[in-house]
């Protein structure tokens, strides 16, 4: 049984605090991208995800939010699903092979819209999802708004996501522990000789029977050499004893994406997986550890560095030991060697030790959720070496 939606007023105030961005800012308006794959902007900030078409949204620094859809079906879509009342339908946002609509459908470009919105006149635009942002949109708005600044803002809505609410904590605990018993029964359902994606499909089915509307990304089950790879798909590769497995599942529930990864064998764990094993599992218990309010993140990083250095396995990871996470899976607030930011009561990071040494990779990763007195801990089975 799912949990009832979020109120409406929980979409406005983040709307609001958006807004109050842009004011601190000196930005006039906020558009930000969604698509099908890529939703956390529209899914946060209404409530509203898309599939074949695409959507944006528009938060003015004064004045009312609204939704940008592609067609017609969309449109009725987003009136069901959305939380603001003003939708729009851009023929831009359109999926790539659009039908001709036997019913006349009139479309509106950004001024009419914006016009709509606000009277303040537009001086500065800052564009949401800057990287997967459409030349076709950016090049409306600016034929629209020739003299206008166009500045990057995916710290704008980051700053708003980043500090979760006490209304999002009921439906992030679902989540992840959605994930951690699709976790568990994919593990009961490992055997020698099962295929890889038999095995994600047993976690698949045990996330759908809990309520999970999805995956956060696509999932996978990979073993033997494809484990090396840090992104991976399940294939028909039969699973061996004695051979590491890598398992790494996520659930989506009502916005919110759960994770969790665990390496395993069949049999014994060999000497240099092991080793492996050993020095993530060190790093993550550091983690754990150091991830607490008022601590900067770069510094978090320097000590897991340090863990991987004594071992010589420096050079045997990609990134820092932990990423932000909530609408989308990684949702900014890499704990990088660079990274300024100070933790906070409400942050909401995965735990995620990625290690390769070529042969062999393996990722162990865990949800925290940052307290005012330290974290609670999202999911935690069997965080050791695990041999079936």
Partial sequence: ??????????????????QN??????????????????SASSRYLTGFWPFFDF????????????????????????????????????????ETSAPEWVPKVTGMDFKDIISKLSNNPIKKIGIGNWNIFPYTLFK??????????????????????????????????????????????????????KKEWEIESAARIKMLELGAEG???????????NTRLSLCRSTNKAINKDELVQLTIGAKYMGYCGNMCRPF?????????????????????????AIRPGVIASDVFKGYFKILSKYHYENFTLYGPAHGTGSSEVEGLWLAENANFVIKPGMLFNIDIWLSDGNNGLRYE???????????????YRREIIEL
């Fill in 1 to 18: 049984m799912r949990l009832e939606p979020l109120k409406p007023e929980e979409y406005t105030n983040r709307v609001r605090k958006l």
């Fill in 215 to 225: 995956t956060p990304y696509p999932i996978w089950v990979c073993s033997g050499d």
């Fill in 55 to 94: 959507a944006a949204v528009i938060v003015p620094s004064d004045g009312e939010a609204a939704l940008v859809t592609g067609g017609p079906e969309s449109r009725d879509f987003a009136e069901k699903f959305s939380s603001v009342p003003n939708i729009f339908i851009n023929p831009l946002l359109v």
């Fill in 140 to 193: 409306e708005l600016h034929d629209l708004y020739p003299n206008a600044e166009f500045i990057e803002a995916n710290n704008l809505l980051l700053n708003v996501q980043s500090i979760k609410t006490k209304a999002e904590i009921p439906y992030i605990i679902e989540a992840y522990r959605i994930t951690e018993e699709a976790l568990k029964t994919a593990l009961e359902s490992a055997r020698p000789g």
């Fill in 366 to 380: 865990d949800g925290i959720l940052v307290t005012e007195n330290g974290i609670k801990e999202l999911t935690t």
């Fill in 21 to 38: 961005e842009l004011k601190s800012n000196n930005i006039d308006i906020f558009i930000g991208y969604s698509s099908e794959c890529e």
């Fill in 265 to 289: 064998v069949i049999g014994k764990v060999p000497k240099s997986v092991r080793s492996l094993m050993e020095v993530a599992l060190e790093a993550v218990a550091y983690s754990m550890d």
